[in-house]
């Protein structure tokens, strides 16, 4: 007897005996029904629908922005941040080598955050200390090798600024 093929969608049984798939998916491809299949499709239906609220939410939130960039901001403190500058430190886990020598961090060989530029180094490239008053750190701290030679010279050129201007002061009266 000649044998008749129909096609799973038309079907309500393939030939194993199992259902036919209930739907096909974006290339037309039956897609089998299977209880996590399922699941995991509720999941990214539900989701879908947490990201349409909150794209709308976001398209709200913008539109009331917009509305009040025409209003006038209010008025900010006379605030000098001059003195406030902060030196953002690199984070361990993007430093896997010194920013000066290049050697690899492992156990033995430990990250030392310079407190001037917040770059990471070994123990050779940075265990000098002294003092930063432009970031209120009165007291020696650590810093590297490139940014104690900048400071000292920093240091030194505003001393002998100092006392250029008092030998300029005491030869003009």
């Keep these: 007897a000649p044998s008749i093929f129909l096609l799973p969608s038309h079907s309500s049984a393939s030939s194993s005996g199992?259902?036919?798939?209930a739907h096909l998916d974006d290339d037309g491809l039956p897609v089998a029904v299977d209880a996590v299949q399922q699941r995991l499709r509720q999941i990214e239906a539900s989701y879908k629908q947490e990201v349409e609220v909150l794209r709308r939410q976001v398209r709200q939130l913008q539109l009331k922005l917009e509305s009040k960039q025409f209003c006038t901001p209010p008025s900010e403190p006379d605030v000098d941040y001059e003195d406030d500058i902060?030196?953002?430190w690199v984070p361990d886990h993007m430093a896997s080598h010194c920013f000066n020598c290049d050697c690899e961090f492992w156990i033995a060989k430990r990250r030392h955050h310079c407190r001037n530029c917040g770059n990471v180094f070994c123990k050779d490239c940075c265990h000098l200390k002294l003092p930063i008053p432009d970031q209120q750190l009165y007291d020696p701290v650590l810093v590297c090798t490139p940014c104690h030679d900048?400071?000292?010279e920093s240091r030194t050129r505003e001393l002998r600024s100092q006392q250029l201007k008092k030998a300029i002061a005491t030869a003009s009266s």
Excluded: I, N
Excluded at 18 to 21: E, N, Q, R, V
């Design 150 to 152: 900048l400071l000292l």
């Design 86 to 88: 902060v030196t953002r």
């Design 18 to 21: 199992s259902p036919a798939p």
